[in-house]
């Protein structure tokens, strides 16, 4: 099962499920990333944590510890 | 008759624009109930009976954040007769997601479509109407920075208030809507609380809404045959019921959006974008980082606001001081009432005032930095670095500003959104080196360390040491424990600031500082006028013979294995609640020396005579890292709101203090 955080920059996304219950499960979900979107990988930060990804037409940023969480295929 | 307006949307749609240009000078700013969030408050221009509520800004009505429980509780107790929700046109998937909860709660919702210019520029078109339509309520365009479509939008919303009820919006799949009716005749004849609308009530029945059930109390009987329902629709999903409801609307939004907005394909990198590549970049960005903090502060603390201070000194001290004390000898006042007066209060909080000006200047950047979107910038570059000592990326900034004054550093600390990152940033900032320390520091390598150069910058360095030690250690501690909150963060597109929303936000920053020099620091600084002015017996004395000095040689003792133990020092401690700076000229003072600088020679003499090169160290470690003065501690109890935390986190400060201190002591006696 492949991950959010595995991602190489650059590359697009399908995501396929969010591990996890409750509180940090529904705010990720709650910032666009449900099952079926699609995710670019935009940047990493300068000292290497968090990455920046395009989703829903916008940019956010998430730590690569929440994006193990976020199955992609 | 008198209708109530709530404005509801997400961080950065322009909100705060709106409610400014809709309610004008009739604000007035709060606090929610028992929380730190602020709560804003207006009349709508040109109708006195119209009253608009500003929400906090939030992208959902879950259960889980404080902001968006206190929205959710707002609406469905107050239950405002309409909501204004503030969309992001520019970003328009993400911002429908909250209007979609919205429309749910019953209440008539006027949708502004804010930023109408953004879209236009980037060559996209919204067919409002259209999208009208499908949410069933009336969608407005508007451009708050340009100040157009805000009439209408007023119109339309007082208009949404003279309804009754929105219109439901059916938009999950059929298995979802089928067992969200069969819930709502369930809890018809479970639920007697007439305050939740049924669908709404429902749908959080259906996603095991804790804070909801947690309310309602529902018999066991009609609480499990709503699970069985939710339970099946899991099963059919293989996902959880509140997971289901959340994909469900944004599959919703992404269809209504494919159909209604038509995107600019050929669109290149919008400027933003191409701003972002250079401030974000690899290389770059930490370069350029320090480049705007160094720039922030070498205009705020160092050229400009520092010039700042020498005028208000001479404002305060020559013309107002000046013109006060003639004016109370030609009136024939009593010598203690000039005393008070002059030495006391015009002494004392003029001591404080003097970084107004600087604290002005600051707040302006800090406005300009956080409207334009860097701020949020600074936080994904910084937060790998700070996030290991329980700190957030945002922790910078309050630090950085603490090298000039804990106020406005402590009060910096709001742009923190996770609360236990804001506590921890509050409680550990003012072990950075203030200004105010430095003639502190000035005086005691004056008198012991004259050739010795690493002494004063070991000062900031034992600072950011104990910065980062007692991150560490506090974040094992009880109220910081737990589960980190998930960092996922917006970066919003750059954008120009707009003069006036940033001076409104510095003014406010800056009022709140000047209102609290005006009060605690003015009882502050009469209460130690009086106890260093008088004796027990109430006569006018020296400082030596004050109920103060008799104070410092009770509390003396306590500093004899640090090395200081003389009444001198412990005055000088407390006087230093004042205002760090204090500490110099209580020393003159308790030596008989008028208006004592940092470089006196008689002052370096006695104080060389008082401690030694070990005991003065110690001194100086205790001075940075105890308690900060008077007008931090009003500061950080705003910021906490709560006193039992201001008093527990000047215990700690003032603790850790001391065993620094002693260590230094014990350590230094060897070696010095």
């Known amino acids: 099962m492949k991950t959010l955080n595995k991602i190489p920059c650059g590359d697009t996304v399908t995501v396929t499920g969010i591990e996890g219950v409750g509180p940090v499960k529904r705010r990720i979900m709650d910032m666009g990333i449900t099952k079926g979107s699609q995710v670019f990988v935009r940047k990493v930060a300068p000292l290497g944590d968090p990455v920046e990804i395009t989703v829903k037409g916008y940019e956010l940023t998430i730590r690569k510890e929440d994006a193990k969480k976020i199955q992609v295929g | ?672």
């Open chain 2, 1 to 672: 008759m008198g209708l109530k307006i709530a404005l509801a949307g997400n961080p950065n749609s322009g909100k705060t624009t709106v409610f400014n240009a809709l309610t004008g000078s009739t604000q007035y700013v709060g606090n929610w109930p028992g929380v730190t969030v602020e709560k804003k408050e207006g009349r709508l221009r040109g109708h006195k009976d119209v009253e608009i509520i500003d929400l906090p800004g939030i992208y959902s009505l879950s259960p889980y954040s404080l902001e968006e429980v206190i929205a959710r509780n707002y609406l469905m107790e107050e239950t405002p007769d309409a909501i204004i929700n503030i969309v992001d046109a520019s970003n328009i998937e993400r911002n429908l997601y909250l209007t979609t909860q919205l429309l749910e709660t019953g209440i008539p919702v006027v949708v502004a479509l804010n930023m109408m210019d953004v879209v236009k520029r980037n060559g996209d078109t919204i067919h409002s109407s259209n999208l009208s339509a499908e949410l069933g309520c009336p969608v407005v365009e508007t451009s708050a920075a340009k100040g157009t479509g805000l009439s209408d939008l007023a119109n339309a919303a007082m208009a949404a208030g003279q309804k009754a009820d929105q219109a439901p919006l059916y938009l999950f799949s059929d298995t979802v809507e089928r067992g969200i009716t069969e819930i709502e005749q369930i809890a018809k004849d479970a639920v007697t609380d007439s305050r939740y609308n049924p669908r709404w009530l429902a749908i959080k029945l259906f996603e095991n809404d804790e804070k909801v059930l947690e309310n309602l109390r529902l018999p066991d009987r009609a609480a499990q045959a709503i699970r069985q329902i939710a339970e099946s629709c899991e099963k059919e999903y293989d996902d959880d019921a509140e997971s289901i409801v959340t994909t469900q609307r944004y599959d919703y939004i992404t269809g209504i959006v494919g159909k209604h907005v038509v995107k600019n394909r050929k669109q290149k990198l919008t400027p933003s974008d191409k701003i972002d590549r250079v401030l974000t970049n690899r290389w770059l960005a930490l370069p350029i980082f320090l480049l705007i903090m160094w720039g922030v502060y070498y205009v705020s603390i160092q050229s400009i606001g520092d010039m700042t201070i020498g005028w208000v000194e001479t404002l305060i001290g020559e013309w107002i001081g000046g013109g006060v004390s003639t004016l109370l000898v030609n009136a024939g006042a009593a010598e203690w009432l000039h005393s008070l007066i002059i030495d006391g209060i015009i002494g004392g909080v003029g001591a404080v005032l003097v970084f107004v000006p600087q604290l002005m200047i600051l707040f302006l950047f800090i406005s300009i930095l956080e409207d334009c979107g860097y701020m949020a910038r600074v936080a994904f570059i910084m937060d790998r670095l700070f996030r290991k000592f329980g700190l957030s990326g945002k922790s910078f900034i309050p630090m950085l500003i603490g090298t000039g004054c804990s106020v406005p550093a402590i009060m910096a600390s709001r742009t923190i959104e996770n609360d236990k990152d804001r506590k921890m940033t509050i409680m550990l900032t003012p072990f950075i080196p203030c200004g105010a320390k430095l003639p502190v520091f000035a005086l005691f390598v004056g008198a012991f360390f004259p050739t010795m150069a690493w002494v004063a910058p070991s000062m900031y360095l034992l600072g950011i040491v104990m910065v980062i030690l007692s991150g560490v250690i506090l974040k094992r501690t009880r109220p910081f424990r737990g589960d980190p909150a998930p960092f996922v963060m917006e970066l919003p597109a750059y954008r120009f600031p707009r003069m006036k929303g940033v001076l409104i936000h510095m003014w406010e920053r800056g009022k709140a500082f000047m209102i609290k020099a005006g009060t605690i620091i003015f009882v502050a600084s009469g209460a130690i006028w009086f106890l260093q002015s008088f004796s027990w017996s109430l006569q006018m004395v020296d400082a030596s013979e004050s109920i103060l000095a008799s104070i410092g040689r009770v509390v003396a003792p306590i500093f004899i294995p640090l090395g200081f133990g003389n009444w001198q020092a412990a005055v000088a401690s407390i006087t230093g609640l004042l205002a760090k700076e204090v500490v110099v000229s209580t020393f003159g003072v308790l030596f008989g020396i008028a208006e004592a600088s940092e470089s006196d020679p008689t002052l370096l003499e006695n104080i060389g005579q008082l401690f030694n090169p070990a005991s003065g160290y110690a001194f100086m470690v205790f001075t940075l890292l105890a308690a900060p003065c008077f007008a931090a501690i009003g500061a950080m109890r705003r910021e906490f709101n709560s006193w039992k935390w201001t008093l527990g986190t000047v215990a700690f400060q003032t603790g850790t203090a001391y065993v620094m201190a002693l260590i230094a002591y014990q350590i230094g006696r060897l070696f010095l």
